[in-house]
């Protein structure tokens, strides 16, 4: 596998190919175009491929330039890999080639949007690199013709990579190992219980009125599942946890790690309150 930086047009259409690969795009309007592709990484963007043994494109990282709070950074736009490749860690080796570009360029920063009721990119954003959350945006992106994205708002947390911080350079070394949790973040309330359903868990209205230093908050795994099979489930999950970010978060909390449960059919958030 080789990872190396897409610097021509043919590359960047590529790209778009895969775009709609990975996301099943029906629109071009959700596609980001070549033209769009070239020009931006002309001007500080960082545009990564990775490719197979037989040279094909098989995953692709792309941020923009951007200013936070006057701050120089990138804006990571898309990660995507395709369905044949994610079991080999490509989307981390992506995110860690997009690391050592960006501290290449002396920044220190990057940012990017996920939904925060997928389970598996919690993971890898909390577990692996080390992300902080203090943002909620609510249905950002609006309708999107990606199957992936259909029956709930497009509501997503504002991941926040610090690049050089230690507790990020503490999660990408220890890749691969087991990450134990410490008998006070086990001990911390859970703000949602969850019922017991098949296939998948039930959500709970919640507790908006606990004031613990530390709080769990539950999701499902599965969640793209359950956006196709059960859409209506999908949107009570999508709105119950709604409430209850944009609850803690606009009183000071920072969404800090993530713990994923796959026998038990959850993950669980942690979010710890400003000192």
């Known amino acids: 596998m080789n990872i190396r930086p897409l610097t021509s047009l043919e590359d960047c259409r590529k790209v778009a190919e895969l775009e709609r690969t990975v996301w099943g795009y029906t629109d071009a309007e959700d596609v980001v175009p070549p033209p769009v592709l070239i020009v ?7 545009l990564l491929g990775s490719f197979d043994d037989a040279g094909e494109m098989n995953g692709f990282v792309y941020s923009m330039p ?40 002396g920044l220190d920063l990057i940012e990017w949007t996920y939904d925060p009721l997928q389970a598996a990119n919690a993971h890898l954003n909390f577990a692996k690199l080390g992300i902080v959350v ?7 992106y609006g309708e999107s013709s990606s199957p ?17 911080e230690p507790h990020v350079e503490r999660r990408i070394a220890s890749i691969g190992s087991a990450v134990i949790r410490d008998a ?4 911390a309330p859970v703000a949602n219980p969850s019922r017991p359903g098949e296939p998948w868990i039930e959500p709970t209205e919640g507790n908006l009125f606990l004031t613990d230093r530390r709080l769990l908050v539950e999701i499902p795994t599965g969640f793209g599942d359950m ?27 920072r969404v800090v790690d993530f713990f994923l449960a796959r026998n038990a059919r959850r993950g669980q958030y942690l979010l710890n309150a400003e000192p």
């Open 134 to 140: 203090t943002e909620y945006e609510e249905n950002i």
């Open 184 to 187: 006070a973040i086990a001990d």
């Open 148 to 164: 992936l994205h259909r029956g709930t708002p497009t509501d997503r947390f504002v991941a926040e990579w610090k690049l050089r």
């Open 227 to 253: 956006q196709r099979e059960a859409p209506d489930l999908a949107l009570a999950w999508r709105l119950a946890t709604r409430r209850i970010f944009q609850t803690y978060l606009g009183r000071g909390y």
């Open 66 to 105: 951007a200013l936070k709070d006057g701050r120089a950074s990138q804006w990571s736009h898309m990660l995507g890999v395709t369905a044949e490749a994610r079991s080999l860690g490509l989307g981390t080796k992506l995110k860690l080639a997009q690391r050592d570009a960006t501290l290449g360029m």
């Open 40 to 46: 931006s990484i002309k001007r500080g963007g960082v």
